[in-house]
């Protein structure tokens, strides 16, 4: 991976017609998405529900990239290969979801994904540090992981630098989930991050049907990121 890899836009799909998603799906590939972001909640691990396997492995044959799975689940080790079989290209656990993080990107490897770690505002890079060569992907919530449509938590900013220092030259993605928009994409990008995630500032103003707007909302995004490289 080159040390610039260019900026990646990954919408969750968290902020679109939960009675569409496969037409959304398809609707921001074509406006431009580079990967799609599927936020997956137990009501345990975070205070709210989503979805499950059954629906990632029902979205999979409208999505032509990268579907990306973001687990906010606890346990999380049981459901690994429902994920992978449902069409999983990367999947993401928290740090914070279990005691075992070592054995779970282990076992996310070893069904053929990506394996990504997700840390919460409060948790530090230091607990990642001797787990770099498992890692293809880590995403630092910019908010407290549950909601869309939060504010950006602006102390993981400093954060995010520090861990593009910590990674060096790997081939790791820093991902920001949280809270991204026009304003908040620049001050991440800076800091060393390459896949920014984005729910409402994605979606709004369009729809599956008059997909325009996710077009511009996501141009303006990686523009605006771009230019703070
Ligand atoms: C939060 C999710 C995020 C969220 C992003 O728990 O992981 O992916 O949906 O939404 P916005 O961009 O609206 O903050
Ligand atoms: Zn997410």
Not at 102 to 117: E, P, Y
Request: one cysteine or more.
């Amino acid at each position: 991976m080159p040390v610039h890899p260019p900026i990646k836009i990954a919408p969750s799909i968290l902020a679109a017609d939960f009675a569409d998603f496969g037409a959304e799906c398809r609707a921001i590939e074509a406006q431009g998405a580079d990967w799609v972001h599927v936020d997956v909640m137990d009501g345990h691990f975070v205070p709210n529900l989503t979805f499950g396997p059954a629906m990632c492995a029902a979205i999979r044959p409208h999505i032509k990239g990268v579907m990306d799975v973001h687990l906010m689940i606890a346990p999380v080790d049981p459901y690994i290969e429902a994920f992978a079989a449902a069409g999983a290209d990367i999947i993401t656990a928290h740090l914070e979801a279990g005691p075992h993080i070592h054995r779970t990107l282990q076992a996310i490897r070893g069904v053929g994904c990506k394996a990504g770690v997700a840390l919460n505002p409060g948790t530090g890079i230091e607990a990642v540090a001797h787990l770099l060569d498992m890692i293809d992907l880590i995403c630092v919530m910019t908010v407290n992981p549950g909601f869309g449509g939060q504010k950006f938590i602006h102390s993981q900013v400093d954060k995010t630098r520090a861990l593009r220092a910590m990674i060096g030259d790997r081939p790791i993605h820093i991902e920001i989930d949280g809270g991204v928009t026009v304003e908040t994409a620049p001050l991440v990008a800076a800091a060393g991050a390459d896949v920014l995630v984005a729910g409402s500032a994605v979606f709004k103003g369009g729809s599956a049907r008059e997909p325009a707007a996710y077009g511009d909302n996501i141009r303006a995004i990686r523009a605006a990121a771009e230019a703070a490289r």
